[in-house]
């Protein structure tokens, strides 16, 4: 069964660098999205991302926080100058098309610990 | 503000019997309904999600919306305890995001 794939899988890294969270989503979906989720808490939405453009924010993903599709294959999230709150779990989905229609995907995520 | 709410659990049923799992949201115009299982450590691996109001079955597991209400719930028939999990709802409101409860832990004991 496709799967959404991301990588890394565990990023560790110092309070104000940048950092590059990469997924590759389902081959024939559209629709993209960027979730987290902070230990213990719920999963929040970040961002959803639709013909090569952002389609939705959250209040979360403020300028800190960018999006890219630099290939036909690839979905970034890149955070830049990183916070301590900005440690969490990112989980990456796709969906064929709108979540209003179709269900999201979601994949293992990437464990982001700032120091 | 948009709210999921869900029962924290811990829920605990014994091997074999029904457990049933509770959402409710706050936004009537909500369309579109989820069921997430998440192993502690894991990513949310969908189980059903339901638009229609009634049941919807698949296998083991039993998906129920009451737009009036604005309830959903989770049947989870034969529990074992590899079901053993925290179970996700979430909503859809006619835009892209979803919006998540805080998850209800299911523990089913032999």
């Known amino acids: 069964e496709p799967e959404v794939t991301q990588t890394p899988s565990h990023q560790v890294t110092q309070m104000g660098q940048e950092v590059i969270l990469r997924c590759v989503p389902i081959?024939?979906?559209?629709?993209f999205y960027w979730y987290r989720q902070i230990l213990g808490q719920k999963v929040e939405f970040l961002v959803s991302?639709?013909?090569?453009?952002?389609?939705?924010k959250s209040e979360i993903f403020d300028d800190q926080f960018s999006v890219e599709r630099p290939d036909g294959s690839n979905f970034t999230l890149k955070i830049r100058s990183t916070k301590l709150e900005d440690s969490a779990m990112y989980f990456c989905?796709?969906?064929?098309?709108?979540?209003?229609?179709?269900?999201?995907?979601f994949g293992d995520g990437t464990r982001l610990s700032i120091l | 503000q948009k709210e999921v709410e869900q029962n924290s659990g811990p829920l605990s049923v014994p091997e074999g019997a029904i457990a049933s799992l509770n959402c409710t949201y706050s936004?009537?115009?909500?369309?579109?309904f989820f069921w997430y299982r998440q192993y502690s450590g894991k990513s949310p691996e969908l189980i059903m999600f339901?638009?229609?109001?009634g049941d919807k079955e698949d296998g083991r597991f039993t998906a129920q919306l009451n737009k009036a209400s604005q309830y959903v719930s989770l049947l989870i028939r034969d529990s074992q305890p590899s079901d053993s999990a925290t179970y996700l709802c979430?909503?859809?409101?006619?835009?892209?995001?979803?919006?998540f409860g805080t998850g209800t832990r299911l523990q089913v004991f032999p």
């Open positions: 989905a796709s969906s064929p098309d709108r979540v209003g229609n179709q269900p999201q995907h």
């Open positions: 339901i638009y229609s109001n």
């Open positions: 991302f639709y013909n090569n453009e952002i389609s939705e």
């Open positions: 936004d009537r115009g909500s369309q579109s």
């Open positions: 081959s024939n979906h559209l629709y």
């Open positions: 979430a909503v859809n409101s006619g835009t892209d995001k979803l919006i």
